[in-house]
């Protein structure tokens, strides 16, 4: 590594920060390009993709309609018709454009991950492995500023590049989610690829890749290590996140009908949270509790057993919890991701200078 770009005023003076952030510049410009080529290939796709998807519907005038629906500015829809040019522009969007939509956010889930393996979790850990960090330390750059700024122009990079591309994908998500009904909101995709929830992995992933460099010393068990965390993370979200908000539970009549629940209700709420009978008493029996047993005649006692009537419930999670739900994930990466920052300068503080000097 080499020292130029740090700048010393004075003799005994202290580098300015600049001059440090101008150096991990310069040793990151290659990725910071190839990162930015990235975005700029993505974003482009994106804008192409909704670009075509808009336009389509335009011209064929399904704007804001969709196949659950009867009607479609006063045309009826005939799913069943291959004749129903209605019909047929509903399949073609599906046949065209749902692909695309949906590899395209898989691909924005995997971005944290790849940004901790490959951007957070050699920051320190190739100094370290390597020994650089010694030259740095031993012209008066404290290991504090040192660790600041080489985690301030990734992170900032990473977060504007991933900011930029979870607004684009929301933005093509939310004109295609009216015709999409069935990408649940709240799956991982679009959840996790839109929004602020997207955006805060970001960072949430660099840390965990960081603190793992900072930890184990050695770039490619650091890289291991962060991605196995950051799925774990992912992993974890997805879990938790039914039970951010509590769930509105929908109830049919007597015969099971829901037919007094609007179906709109039904075609943008993210379901699947839970379902089962309601007991005469109003308790909720899950339908889990019956999974075991064998035919139809073993369903219906296994019911019987449990007190079910013929009520149904559904829990499920409506369109107005997208958005809480999204700023609530995001709190939750972001005060990791603070935690880890944290835990990153106690660490390099509290390292002994003549063990590092060794």
């Not at 192409?48 to 500015?73: L, N, P, S």
């Not at 005939?78 to 590899?103: I, K, Q, V, W």
């Not at 898989?106 to 971005?111: C, D, E, N, S, T």
């Not at 149904?312 to 939750?332: R, V």
Request: aromatic content about 10%; proline content about 5%; charged content about 15%.
């Amino acid at each position: 590594m080499s020292t130029v770009g740090i700048r010393l005023p004075a003799p005994g003076a202290r580098p300015r920060t600049r001059g440090l952030v101008w150096l991990v510049a310069r040793q990151h410009r290659a990725a910071l390009w190839a990162g930015l080529v990235v975005v700029a290939a993505v974003a482009a796709y994106i804008v192409w993709q909704r670009t075509e998807m808009v336009g389509y519907i335009r011209t064929h005038g399904i704007e804001g309609c969709a196949d659950w629906k009867m009607f479609c500015h006063g045309r009826r829809i005939s799913l069943h018709r291959d004749t129903d040019p209605t019909a047929g522009a509903f399949r073609h969007l599906n046949d065209t454009y749902r692909t695309p939509l949906l590899n395209t956010g898989r691909l924005l889930i995997a971005l944290p991950a790849l940004i901790g393996v490959f951007i957070g979790a050699p920051l320190f850990a190739r100094e370290l492995e390597m020994g650089t960090h010694q030259l740095v330390w031993t012209q008066s750059v404290s290991r504090t500023r040192w660790l600041i700024a080489k985690l301030a122009l990734p992170l900032a990079v990473v977060t504007a590049g991933t900011a930029v591309l979870a607004a684009l994908y929301t933005w093509w998500w939310r004109a295609a989610r009216t015709q999409f009904q069935d990408i649940a909101w709240g799956t991982a995709v679009p959840f996790d690829a839109t929004g602020p929830a997207a955006v805060a992995l970001a960072p949430l992933a660099f840390f965990v890749g960081a603190a793992a460099g900072l930890l184990l010393r050695r770039t490619v068990p650091a890289m291991a290590v962060t991605l196995g965390a950051t799925a774990g993370v992912q992993y974890g979200l997805g879990a938790l996140r039914p039970h951010l908000m509590t769930p509105r539970t929908v109830v049919s009549d007597a015969s099971g009908d829901f037919a007094h629940t609007p179906i709109e209700v039904f075609f943008t709420s993210w379901r699947g949270i839970g379902d089962g009978f309601l007991a005469r008493n109003g308790a909720k029996i899950p339908s889990d509790r019956c999974s075991s047993a064998i035919g139809q005649d073993g369903w219906d006692r296994c019911l019987a057993r449990s007190g079910a009537t013929e009520r149904q419930y559904e829990e499920l999670h409506p369109a107005s919890h997208y958005w809480p739900m999204q700023w609530m994930q995001a709190g939750i990466c972001l005060a990791a991701a603070v935690a880890l920052a944290a835990f990153c300068v106690w660490w390099i503080r509290r390292r002994p200078a003549v063990k590092e000097a060794a």
